[in-house]
């Protein structure tokens, strides 16, 4: 079946460590997306990619990092300088438009993540 | 700056009973592109529909209805004969047509409970 996946579900982090949370896709899309959703918040944009080894700042990409070798991977790190990790976390993809209108982004199940 | 705004925070109907989400979107752009997600206990986020600033034509597909409204900048969502399979999260969001920046910004979100 084709879709998005997150790993893990569920992830604990001490206070001054980093941790990778995992996202694949095998939709053979070519953006992908990280989004954090804070309690009865909206989704916020942390950082996005268009190609392989390229992406962009989001709105709240202070304290993450993140790396796309791979078309279908897009793995985000919480840095120990991110202040208020806790959150959950959801990864998106999507087609491009190439002009043709903004497409719809499809998620995966999403990661919790606490910091103890 | 593109701005979504759902003011309904939480909403609770009873069974059958019909109900409307409303969005209400701010953009400068002439062109841009409205969605619809729904967010479900489990966490994902679902796609349900995706409009273009030039369509006005108000959409159904079954139970779900849509209203895009651009005099008064909403684009609102009705679910007719609620069930409790409808309780989740709704969240609409903004798109600006920008070829290499299709960035989605999101409203906070409606949680919507149905009673049995």
């Known amino acids: 079946d084709g879709g998005i996946t997150q790993s893990p579900k569920y992830l604990f982090r001490k206070e001054g460590q980093n941790v990778t949370l995992s996202c694949e896709q095998n939709l053979n899309h070519d953006a992908m997306y990280w989004y954090r959703q804070d309690p009865g918040q909206g989704l916020r944009l942390i950082y996005y990619s268009q190609i392989v080894n390229d992406f962009q700042k989001g709105d709240i990409a202070e304290g993450y990092s993140v790396s796309r070798e791979k078309k279908e991977s897009f793995p985000l790190t919480v840095t120990s300088a991110q202040k208020n990790p806790t959150a959950f976390y959801l990864c998106?993809?999507?087609?491009?438009?190439?002009?043709?209108?903004?497409?719809?982004?499809?998620f995966g199940p999403g990661t919790r993540l606490t910091v103890l | 700056a593109q701005k979504v705004t759902q003011a309904q925070t939480e909403i609770s109907v009873v069974e059958k009973e019909d109900v409307t989400l409303d969005c209400v979107y701010e953009?400068?752009?002439?062109?841009?592109?409205l969605f619809w997600y729904k967010q479900p206990p489990s966490g994902e986020l679902v796609f349900l529909i995706r409009r273009n600033s030039f369509d006005e034509q108000n959409e159904i597909s079954g139970r779900y209805s849509w209203n895009f409204q651009k005099s008064t900048s909403s684009f609102n969502f009705t679910i007719t004969a609620s069930q409790v399979v409808d309780s989740a999260v709704y969240f609409c969001a903004l798109s600006e047509a920008n070829f290499g920046n299709e960035k989605l910004t999101f409203g906070t979100g409606t949680r919507l409970t149905i009673i049995p």
């Open positions: 953009t400068r752009d002439t062109t841009y592109y």
């Open positions: 998106a993809s999507s087609i491009l438009s190439g002009g043709s209108g903004n497409k719809e982004q499809f």
